[in-house]
């Protein structure tokens, strides 16, 4: 049975914000303080839930939650510079959400209740609405590189729409991995 790498999330793809934070990656690169992988302008995402690999039937069961998810388009700030584990030990380098991540939040929480009754495990982590921009291998310069993550914690790269959930597939390749939709709900 084939096997689905998959996850739940909200594009940006609002061309001004993609630009912008494209801008940031390039200055966060150009200290030279970690060997790290940009990713890719046309990947860039709010990840909702990574769900590992799914069979078809379950994308179909899933989808089903989603359908269930009742929200209307709504505003959402892109904002602040964050990193999982931590800004002094970064794994993951991200873009946060401002006003309107509650409306992420809300969602998230909808879809791990649907999760949870199909047998998916609880992340058991505070969800934190994020858009990973980077992802590290190593840090050469600790010092440099987490003072610029704590100088760029609070920028602001604009707002956008938010008029859709999608189910994601990733298959992941030696140029990175590439992103298709399987199913998406739209706001009502």
Request: glycine share 6%; hydrophobic share 40%.
């Amino acid at each position: 049975m084939e096997r689905i790498r998959a996850f739940i999330a909200i594009d940006i793809d609002k061309p001004e914000i993609v630009n912008r934070i494209v801008q940031i990656q390039k200055e966060i690169e150009n200290i030279n303080a970690a060997k790290m992988k940009p990713v890719e302008p046309q990947n860039l995402h709010y990840t909702i839930r990574f769900l590992g690999n799914i069979t078809s039937e379950q994308v179909d069961e899933i989808y089903r939650i989603l359908q269930k998810i009742d929200f209307v388009p709504f505003q959402l700030v892109v904002k602040g510079i964050g990193a999982f584990p931590s800004l002094s030990r970064p794994r993951v380098i991200w873009v946060g959400a401002g006003e309107g991540s509650e409306h992420i939040i809300d969602i998230y929480n909808h879809i791990e209740k649907g999760l949870k009754k199909l047998g998916f495990k609880p992340e058991g982590k505070q969800y934190i609405p994020h858009c990973t921009i980077f992802r590290v291998k190593f840090v050469k310069k600790k010092p440099l590189l987490s003072k610029k993550l704590m100088e760029l914690a609070n920028i602001t790269f604009g707002d956008m729409e938010v008029r859709s959930v999608k189910l994601m597939r990733s298959q992941l390749t030696p140029k990175g991995p590439i992103y298709t939709t399987l199913k998406e709900i739209t706001a009502k």
